[in-house]
Each structure stands twice: as C-alpha cells, then as structure tokens.
C-alpha cells in the first residue's frame, strides 16, 4: 500500500477484550494528521464533494446525531480528518461484506495525534482498512483520482483468509448468546468455548469429543461404504480401483450410469456424476485421480440430494441440496446469468458468506456440454442449466429446508450411520426421490457420512425454515445450566496486587480448587510455575484461561496492559481494587488521579451481574469507583470507623474490616470474628498496614467465591512474607549477619511506607539504608516525587539504575533521583553506584548490626543471586520485635 505523503500511521494495535473505548474488541490506530490537524472539512475546497462521489453510502451513517445522514451532517458543518477517516474504515469494511458500526475518534495528547478506533470481525481486514483510509483521505487532500475496488478486493482476499467460516461463526454466535465465553486460538477456525477447566473445543463443526478414528473413516468413503453395508443400510454398489483398466472393468460389471469420485477428498473436489460409457469413465478417473490414488467407481443412484445433520445421536436439520444452476430469461446467454448470480451480496468466495459464487470455468463448460449447451448459449425462458452436477453448496449449490419431511426411518438411519462411524457431529448424504418415505423400500441409498460437516446451508436455506445448528452443537457441549466459566477474579490498584492475588491464589487452592494465578512475577497452576516474568497482562490471563486444568483464576490485571491491548477475559466474577496512589501518572495519556481511575474502573465495569466488586473504604479515590459498579459491594477497611464502610454495613452490605487485633467479617447484618492478626504472619502481627489491608483485601474476594472460612483460615496461618509464598515482598532475610528487606517497592506511597516500617524493624540507635531505583520510563516530574519520598523514608540511599533503562541514558534516572533527594534533604548521605551488586556492596560496607539495608529489585532472581554472591544462601528470618514504636501509613 503506498505511503501516505501528508497523513503519518505512528501505530495501529488490535484490542480484543474489554477496553478503554468500548466493550467489543476494536483495533486503535494512532494517526498524525500534520498541518491538518486542526482544519475542519467544511474548509477543503471539494473535499466533501469527492469523498461522497468515492464513498456514496457514507450518506447512510449516523454518526453521533444518532440518524440518517448524521455524518454527512457533520462533514458539512466541518469535523477533523480524524473522524472522516474513522467513518471511510467502517465503510471499507462493510463494503467487503463486514458487520461494522461502531467508531471512535479522540485527540490525543500530542499536537497533531488522533486516535482512531473501529469496531472489527476480522482484525486483519480491519488494519486494512485503516491503512487503506488513510491513504484514501490523503489522496483526496492532495486532488488525486481514487479507487475504491482494489482495496475491496484485497480486503475480500484477507476476509477468506483470516475470518471464521460460516460453520464456526455460527457455533461462536450461538456459544455468545448462551453468555458463553469465546477465544480463537488460531488464524483459522479453532476456537475454545468456555474458560479454563470447564472449556470446549471446537474447529468448524468438529469438537474436542470428536474421535480422531472416526474422522479417518469418515474421510475413507470405500470403509465407509463397507461398514454401513455390513450393518444393513443401503449403499451404492461399486468398487475401489487404482487405475483406468480396473474402472472400466467395474463398469461392464455394474452397468449403467457411474459417480466417479476421489476415496478420501471433500467438498465435492474431483466428483464426476452421471458418467456414461468408458471414455467418459476414463475422464472422470483421471479428475479422481489428481485428488487422490485410489478411487471409487459406483451406480449412480437416481434422486434428490440430501444432507441429513446429527449432533449427538439426534437429527437436527435436514437440507434438500441442488447443484448450481441458472434459470434461462430467454434473452441473456448462460455466462451472463452466471455473472448476474453472482452478484447477489450472499455469495462470494468459498466458505465466507451464505451461499458460493457460481462457478465458469472448464469443468463447468463440460457439465453444460453434457446437456447440449455452452456458456455464450442463451438460454430459453424457464429452463435450467447446471453448472455442475454435485449438490455442495461449496461449489455454488443451494439448500431447501426438509428437517419436517423426514421419514422417521430414514432419520433413525442417518443417526445410525453416525453411529456407526462413531462421528458426534455428522453430515450424512442421503439420495432419495421422496425423504419422506423408507429408503429401503424407493431405491434411496446413504452415499457418504462426514465429519466436520458444514451447517450453512441449514441457517441460510434459500427456501424453508432456518435451522439454528450452530446452537444445537453449543448445547450438545454445554448443559442448560452451564455456561463454560470458571470463578474469575481481577485484582487491579497501585500497590498490593501481587501479594493479594497470591493470597487469593493460595485460599483457592485450600479450597479444593486448581488454581491459576497470573501476576508481576509469573504464570502459575497451584504451584507450578509455567512462566516468570510480568504477567498482569491480558496475554497473560489469556494464557491462565486457555488452560484446561485451571479450576479457579486470578489475574493481576495492571493499567498498561489495560491502555495498549484491552482485557484478558469478557467479565468477571470478582473485581478487587487495592487503592489508588501516584504511579504512572504523566504516562500513556494518564495526567492525573482521576484518569488513573478510569483506566482501573474498567475492571469494576466488567463484574458480570450477579458478581462482586471488592473496594477499599479507606481509599477515597476507589469508593468512588462504586458508583460505576453493576453488582454487589464488599468494602474492606482497617477500622469499622470508617464511614463509608459504616454506612455501607447500615443498609445491609458486607464488609471485612479489622477491630482491635481481630478480622471481622459483616455478612447478613451479623459480625463474625475471623483470625487474630498475630496468627497471619504476613502481616508482622499486625505491624505493617499495607499488607494487612492485602489481607482484608483477598478476603472480601474469598468471601464473594465462597471459599471455606477454614480455606482461608488456614491460608492466612500458612502465608509467611518468604520466598515460598510471597518473594520479593517484605521479604526479610539475612546474608552473613547483615539484615536486608527485599521488595518492589517502585512509586512513591510504597516506598513511604515500606521505609516507614523499615524503621521499625532497626534496633535501637539503627539507620533505614536504602539500595533503590524507579523504572526509567517514568517522567522526570514523576521521579522527582519518588526522590522526595526516598529522601524523607530512609536515614542513607545508595542510588541503583535497572538494567532496562527503558529509553533512558545511563546515569540519567539516578541522577534525576539524587537531585531530588538533594533538594528534599540535602544533608541526607546519597550516593549513585548504577550497577545493582555494587550498591549492595556499598550499603553493607556501611551497614552495622542494628541497621536494615532495604532493597529494591528489578528482577528478583537476579537480585537474590547478588545476595548469595556475596554470602551463600539467604537465611530467612522471622520479624523481630521492633525497639522503636512508630505507626505505618497505609498504601
């Protein structure tokens, strides 16, 4: 596609879960519009003209005055390029055969940069689109003469190629209406139906249950010819030969009129019908003969064709299947009635609409010769000529509803034949004059049984009552009741994440449940991990849920993932949020704390009905999330004096909170006593008010799964701030008689309050030392708060860099931190050691008995093997008893 001399792409991403736009998946194109920017249409000299004249049916959108004809409306009063791009992407897509509507075009925050989102079907057709948009409305700017077709023709071509099948779609759709979740797991057309443990697999109508066995004798027509026969159902009578002489001499014996047809091809592929006399029948052999080397030579038997659906030993539609065919006007000649047919908007190529173009090309010349016609022939008023003599619908046939004409015996039959096979879903073919009547008693016969039969032609009949097959396959997988969803819970906040859905993680598995758990350190199955590495993403948590072991999921769920790509999953059943504090602002478009939230909200909007939303009644910022919730509420707080939390318990809602040195659990207008704080380890009985705000945190989650109270109990004896349940978080350890704490602390509040009980945790007379860094993609205002927030925890910092400095010069992050340290604390001793063992190095040179070196880590493994570097394997210790008395400000 040429490149845009005015219009620059800067980026275009696919979102296919829940998102900041919408709730459908869309693909976000980023655009810089130049000196266009800020100049409305209403001021390009026949810009508006042009447009209309290369996209008439624009007249049609609504745009936001919500009718007719809005957009043309606002193109005329003038709108920016971005939106007359937005609504040329959405036309392309309809025009090659999409279900578009929805769109969306923001400034976003540089001079110059719109956003453009449109709804898609196929992501692949969609990013065209865009592009072929934007070239568009570029080549208008510059006066250029533009076409249309050619990017309708590549977006038809990428349409066939990468967009589900008709049979697939229908099984998605179907699955969709039922509220069961959907994953495509390919380009092509395998899909899950369901989440984790409870999902179903499907590829076009083949599913998980169907046997592999079967597929391979279904695919053997000859096998199954002779299996049906042996057990008294009617077939063709022929033979199986391997060359021109063997056919010829099946044909003296049989006699009459042949099918000639490949053993194992499909769709019709290499199938000559009524072949008559041994030229002929050389012929046809030689077509099998391409598909395959052994080929099937039987009588052609008289009658129409049908295909007969069963799912799990049940009919479920039945379909009269006539060849492709046009009827003569008695003015226009065969090809010209071909291409008239052809332009009905239901056909176009291969599998990809309801019915198949009709076919000219040479096998369809010989079929016409076979009735004494050729494609420049004009055809007399009300005659028929085939096209061809198959009936598949992949070769431009048509359906006939007949599921009310079946006989009951041909239907017991077909369910039979399936059964023979051993086929869940299968398409039997069936030839007889009247479907109505015993195939055994008017000369009918069972041609074929298939596997993976395709289920278009009973939604889309051309005539009768449409079949919805694709739900008969969905509910054949699904009981009534179920929907394919395992428990699912979202946790999303500023700090707490990881160590919340661990907890979470660890009750589900005393539970009884397999668990999964996807968080910034890893992707874990109950204790296996699969995968180490951030993963709070939605790539992530689509990793959690395409695993059919998983019983339970959690899934940190943090903003960038949410900003660049959408949601991992369509809802949930649990939302948690931790708190909201200063992190990331100034990045990704996030300017503030209120935009923070709304990236974070979008969490809280996706809890299905009948689920919960887990908040923080101590964190204004997130009980205003409340009122964005359409479920049930559970606030957690560190006091029942907080006054959301009072008001929410007096009209009858839930809470965890503490009182006193006990976890109280309000349900039903009762207070029940959970645990003490000195049996949850995790905690330091008590002390550390981040994490005992984690605890309160996965119990309000706990308590909306139902997990056992023992379940939890148990978990919160069982949680110890170490390497086995929850490293790099509080984690206490000792290395040749030095104290360290190692955590990932990386914003402001965090880091005041890890320092703050950091000091705590020093004996009489110690100092707080710091080893620390912040993420280098951070902004320099943002870093600055993170060096005044250091400067005002610790009594001494040595100034890190992370490996990955993302974008970023060496020594540029810590120098912008010790600048700001300086001008918080000027006499604080700060210094910049950039390689992280150094650092370590240097606060245990300065470190004594009575001192705790805090570190904060990039990589964990990679930070605990600078630790046994320099002295053999942590030693891990337990809290001890804190000499200074001090209160910990909550994250």
Same mark, same amino acid.
């Given at each position: 596609?040429?490149?845009?001399?005015?219009?620059?792409?800067?980026?275009?991403?696919?979102?296919?879960?829940?998102?900041?736009?919408?709730?459908?998946?869309?693909?976000?194109?980023?655009?810089?519009?130049?000196?266009?920017?800020?100049?409305?249409?209403?001021?390009?000299?026949?810009?508006?003209?042009?447009?209309?004249?290369?996209?008439?049916?624009?007249?049609?959108?609504?745009?936001?005055?919500?009718?007719?004809?809005?957009?043309?409306?606002?193109?005329?009063?003038?709108?920016?390029?971005?939106?007359?791009?937005?609504?040329?992407?959405?036309?392309?897509?309809?025009?090659?055969?999409?279900?578009?509507?929805?769109?969306?075009?923001?400034?976003?925050?540089?001079?110059?940069?719109?956003?453009?989102?449109?709804?898609?079907?196929?992501?692949?057709?969609?990013?065209?689109?865009?592009?072929?948009?934007?070239?568009?409305?570029?080549?208008?700017?510059?006066?250029?003469?533009?076409?249309?077709?050619?990017? %309708?023709?590549?977006?038809?071509?990428?349409?066939?190629?990468?967009?589900?099948?008709?049979?697939?779609?229908?099984?998605?759709?179907?699955?969709?209406?039922?509220?069961?979740?959907?994953?495509?797991?390919?380009?092509?057309?395998?899909?899950?139906?369901?989440?984790?443990?409870?999902?179903?697999?499907?590829?076009?109508?083949?599913?998980?249950?169907?046997?592999?066995?079967?597929?391979?004798?279904?695919?053997?027509?000859?096998?199954?010819?002779?299996?049906?026969?042996?057990?008294?159902?009617?077939?063709?009578?022929?033979?199986?030969?391997?060359?021109?002489?063997?056919?010829?001499?099946?044909?003296?014996?049989?006699?009459?009129?042949?099918?000639?047809?490949p053993c194992d091809s499909n769709q019709g592929k290499g199938v000559?019908?009524?072949?008559?006399?041994?030229?002929?029948?050389?012929?046809?052999?030689?077509?099998?003969?391409?598909?395959?080397?052994?080929?099937?030579?039987?009588?052609?038997?008289?009658?129409?064709?049908?295909?007969?659906?069963?799912?799990?030993?049940?009919?479920?539609?039945?379909?009269?299947?006539?060849?492709?065919?046009?009827?003569?006007?008695?003015?226009?000649? %065969?090809?010209?009635?071909?291409?008239?047919?052809?332009?009905?908007?239901?056909?176009?190529?291969?599998?990809?609409?309801?019915?198949?173009?009709?076919?000219?090309?040479?096998?369809?010349?010989?079929?016409?010769?076979?009735?004494?016609?050729?494609?420049?022939?004009?055809?007399?008023?009300?005659?028929?000529?085939?096209?061809?003599?198959?009936?598949?619908?992949?070769?431009?046939?048509?359906?006939?509803?007949?599921?009310?004409?079946?006989?009951?015996?041909?239907?017991?039959?077909?369910?039979?034949?399936?059964?023979?096979?051993?086929?869940?879903?299968?398409?039997?073919?069936?030839?007889?004059?009247? %479907?109505?009547q015993d195939i055994r008693q008017s000369n009918g016969a069972v041609?074929?049984?298939?596997?993976?039969?395709?289920?278009?032609?009973?939604?889309?009949?051309?005539?009768? %009552?449409?079949?919805?097959?694709?739900?008969?396959?969905?509910?054949?997988?699904?009981?009534?009741?179920?929907?394919?969803?395992?428990?699912?819970?979202?946790?999303?906040?500023?700090?707490?994440?990881?160590?919340?859905?661990?907890?979470?993680?660890?009750?589900?598995?005393?539970?009884?449940?397999?668990?999964?758990?996807?968080?910034?350190?890893?992707?874990?199955?109950?204790?296996?991990?699969?995968?180490?590495?951030?993963?709070?993403?939605?790539?992530?948590?689509?990793?959690?849920?395409?695993?059919?072991?998983?019983?339970?999921?959690?899934?940190?769920?943090?903003?960038?993932?949410?900003?660049?790509?959408?949601?991992?999953?369509?809802?949930?059943?649990?939302?948690?949020?931790?708190?909201?504090?200063?992190?990331?602002?100034?990045?990704?478009?996030?300017?503030?704390?209120?935009?923070?939230?709304?990236?974070?909200?979008?969490?809280?909007?996706?809890?299905?009905?009948?689920?919960?939303?887990?908040?923080?009644?101590?964190?204004?910022?997130?009980?205003?999330?409340?009122?964005?919730?359409?479920?049930?509420?559970?606030?957690?707080?560190?006091?029942?004096?907080?006054?959301?939390?009072?008001?929410?318990?007096?009209?009858?809602?839930?809470?965890?909170?503490?009182?006193?040195?006990?976890?109280?659990?309000?349900?039903?207008?009762?207070?029940?006593?959970?645990?003490?704080?000195?049996?949850?380890?995790?905690?330091?009985?008590?002390?550390?008010?981040?994490?005992?705000?984690?605890?309160?945190?996965?119990?309000?989650?706990?308590?909306?799964?139902?997990?056992?109270?023992?379940?939890?109990?148990?978990?919160?004896?069982?949680?110890?701030?170490?390497?086995?349940?929850?490293?790099?978080?509080?984690?206490?350890?000792?290395?040749?008689?030095?104290?360290?704490?190692?955590?990932?602390?990386?914003?402001?509040?965090?880091?005041?309050?890890?320092?703050?009980?950091?000091?705590?945790?020093?004996?009489?007379?110690?100092?707080?030392?710091?080893?620390?860094?912040?993420?280098?993609?951070?902004?320099?205002?943002?870093?600055?708060?993170?060096?005044?927030?250091?400067?005002?925890?610790?009594?001494?910092?040595?100034?890190?860099?992370?490996?990955?400095?993302?974008?970023?010069?060496?020594?540029?992050?810590?120098?912008?931190?010790?600048?700001?340290?300086?001008?918080?604390?000027?006499?604080?001793?700060?210094?910049?050691?950039?390689?992280?063992?150094?650092?370590?190095?240097?606060?245990?040179?300065?470190?004594?008995?009575?001192?705790?070196?805090v570190v904060l880590y990039e990589t964990y493994d990679l930070t605990?093997?600078?630790?046994?570097?320099?002295?053999?394997?942590?030693?891990?210790?337990?809290?001890?008893?804190?000499?200074?008395?001090?209160?910990?400000?909550?994250?």
């Amino acid at each position: 596609m040429k490149k845009t001399s005015r219009l620059v792409i800067k980026s275009i991403r696919t979102l296919e879960g829940p998102n900041l736009h919408t709730y459908q998946p869309v693909v976000a194109m980023l655009v810089s519009l130049g000196a266009y920017s800020d100049i409305p249409t209403s001021k390009l000299t026949s810009f508006n003209k042009n447009l209309l004249g290369l996209l008439p049916n624009l007249k049609e959108h609504h745009c936001t005055r919500g009718q007719r004809g809005g957009f043309i409306q606002r193109l005329l009063q003038g709108t920016l390029l971005g939106h007359v791009i937005e609504h040329v992407a959405l036309e392309l897509q309809v025009l090659s055969g999409m279900n578009v509507v929805y769109g969306k075009t923001r400034a976003a925050h540089q001079d110059g940069l719109y956003r453009v989102v449109v709804e898609y079907q196929c992501a692949e057709v969609a990013h065209y689109a865009l592009r072929a948009a934007v070239e568009l409305v570029d080549g208008l700017l510059d006066k250029r003469v533009m076409s249309v077709a050619p990017h %309708i023709e590549t977006m038809e071509r990428l349409r066939a190629r990468y967009d589900l099948g008709p049979s697939t779609r229908a099984v998605v759709e179907a699955a969709k209406r039922r509220g069961i979740p959907v994953l495509r797991l390919n380009k092509g057309s395998l899909v899950q139906l369901g989440y984790g443990a409870r999902q179903q697999r499907i590829q076009g109508t083949l599913t998980q249950h169907t046997s592999c066995i079967a597929v391979d004798i279904a695919t053997d027509k000859e096998m199954t010819k002779a299996l049906l026969s042996q057990h008294g159902i009617p077939v063709p009578p022929g033979g199986l030969v391997t060359s021109e002489q063997e056919a010829v001499g099946l044909l003296r014996r049989l006699r009459g009129t042949m099918v000639v047809k490949p053993c194992d091809s499909n769709q019709g592929k290499g199938v000559s019908l009524k072949v008559q006399g041994s030229h002929s029948l050389r012929k046809a052999y030689r077509v099998a003969a391409t598909y395959s080397d052994r080929v099937i030579v039987e009588r052609y038997i008289e009658g129409r064709n049908y295909r007969v659906l069963v799912v799990a030993g049940e009919v479920i539609a039945v379909s009269e299947r006539i060849p492709a065919h046009v009827m003569g006007d008695g003015r226009s000649t %065969i090809t010209e009635l071909t291409n008239k047919m052809n332009e009905d908007p239901r056909r176009g190529l291969g599998h990809e609409k309801p019915l198949t173009r009709l076919p000219m090309d040479m096998q369809t010349l010989s079929v016409l010769g076979s009735q004494g016609l050729a494609g420049d022939d004009v055809l007399p008023e009300g005659r028929r000529a085939y096209l061809r003599w198959n009936a598949n619908l992949s070769t431009g046939g048509i359906a006939h509803d007949a599921t009310t004409d079946i006989a009951p015996a041909n239907a017991q039959m077909a369910v039979e034949a399936a059964r023979l096979v051993d086929l869940d879903v299968a398409g039997v073919d069936i030839i007889a004059h009247d %479907i109505g009547q015993d195939i055994r008693q008017s000369n009918g016969a069972v041609i074929e049984v298939n596997a993976a039969p395709g289920i278009r032609m009973h939604h889309y009949p051309n005539r009768g %009552i449409p079949r919805d097959a694709g739900l008969s396959i969905v509910n054949y997988l699904f009981a009534t009741s179920d929907n394919g969803r395992i428990p699912l819970v979202a946790v999303t906040g500023t700090n707490g994440k990881t160590t919340v859905s661990r907890l979470l993680a660890h009750m589900g598995r005393n539970g009884g449940k397999v668990t999964g758990c996807a968080c910034s350190d890893g992707v874990y199955v109950d204790e296996q991990c699969l995968l180490l590495g951030d993963a709070s993403g939605p790539r992530s948590a689509r990793m959690m849920l395409e695993n059919p072991r998983v019983e339970m999921a959690v899934l940190e769920t943090a903003r960038g993932g949410m900003i660049r790509a959408g949601l991992g999953f369509d809802e949930c059943d649990v939302a948690v949020v931790t708190n909201l504090g200063d992190d990331h602002v100034g990045q990704d478009g996030i300017d503030n704390l209120d935009a923070l939230r709304d990236v974070k909200g979008l969490v809280v909007e996706v809890v299905r009905p009948g689920g919960t939303v887990v908040l923080n009644a101590d964190d204004a910022m997130v009980c205003s999330l409340a009122r964005r919730a359409r479920s049930r509420i559970i606030y957690f707080g560190l006091t029942a004096d907080n006054v959301a939390l009072r008001d929410h318990m007096d009209s009858g809602g839930q809470a965890i909170y503490c009182r006193g040195d006990h976890i109280f659990q309000y349900t039903g207008n009762q207070e029940l006593p959970l645990i003490s704080l000195a049996s949850v380890p995790c905690t330091f009985a008590g002390r550390y008010l981040p994490n005992v705000a984690n605890v309160l945190a996965a119990l309000g989650a706990a308590m909306a799964l139902g997990i056992p109270p023992m379940a939890m109990i148990r978990t919160l004896n069982e949680f110890k701030p170490d390497a086995r349940c929850n490293p790099g978080r509080l984690e206490i350890i000792e290395v040749n008689g030095y104290r360290l704490c190692v955590d990932y602390a990386h914003n402001p509040p965090a880091v005041a309050a890890l320092a703050q009980f950091g000091r705590q945790l020093c004996n009489q007379g110690g100092k707080c030392i710091g080893v620390v860094t912040a993420p280098g993609d951070r902004t320099n205002a943002a870093l600055r708060r993170f060096g005044q927030a250091l400067a005002y925890g610790f009594d001494q910092l040595i100034i890190k860099e992370d490996t990955d400095r993302r974008g970023r010069q060496p020594g540029e992050t810590a120098q912008i931190i010790k600048a700001a340290v300086r001008a918080a604390k000027p006499q604080l001793p700060v210094e910049v050691m950039l390689s992280e063992q150094q650092a370590i190095e240097r606060a245990l040179e300065h470190s004594k008995g009575d001192d705790l070196v805090v570190v904060l880590y990039e990589t964990y493994d990679l930070t605990m093997n600078v630790l046994t570097n320099l002295g053999g394997k942590p030693t891990h210790t337990t809290c001890p008893a804190p000499t200074v008395a001090g209160k910990a400000s909550q994250v």
